[in-house]
């Protein structure tokens, strides 16, 4: 790391056992273990490995990553069978009726529509994909905790967007500061502890995300998918 802060990179990833070493020479063809031997002790030459490469230094990026996700309920657990734009064949049409499946009409045309037992049976799976997922990050090599530090769930999607945002500091103009908006109408949110430690807030509780999950499962349940 340099005295700036910043810090060299990488794509080197040769201490994971599932990533080969491959050296190509100037045409792309892969050179054999006698032929880069060769390469390595050519008199003159400066690069006497071929082992990880490191980029200029660079900043490390930091911050908070926000993300939405809309449920079209209408669309959920629903099937067309409209005829002019098929989305299934027709076996497959009839073999969902046999398995319980109801013919139905939504907005988009005639519809099949996943009966209650399957609905009640991949609501749960579906909250909880949408809540326990996590990303990585590329500038950590081994394990990148991310923690999700809230969630608002809301039928408004203007609110949403308003309820987790930021807002530029007054201070220096390449930095925002976080805000999670605790008290809109209209829009359920859940703060998690680790919130905390990088947000004014003031609902953090240890089982936000448990009733976050909960909340998602009682709003996929309530929607009447037979009967819109």
Known sequence: MDSSGGEAGSFDRSERPNNAVIIRDEKGNILTEEEIDVVLKTEGNT???LGRKWLNPAERATGLFVFDIAIDLRRLFSVSTNQLEPEMAD????KLKEEGWIESKNVFGPCLVAPMALRAKWIPGL?????NWRITSNQSRTFSLMDTLAVSISDNANLIAGSIRAKLSEED???ADPIIDEG???VDTFISLQAGGFIHTKGETADALERAEKALIEKMMAFDYENQ
Do not use: M, Q
């Open 184 to 186: 809109l109408t209209g």
């Open 173 to 175: 103009s390449k930095k």
């Open 47 to 49: 690069d006497r490995s």
């Open 127 to 131: 909250a909880k994909a949408i809540l």
């Open 91 to 94: 076996s497959t049409i009839g």
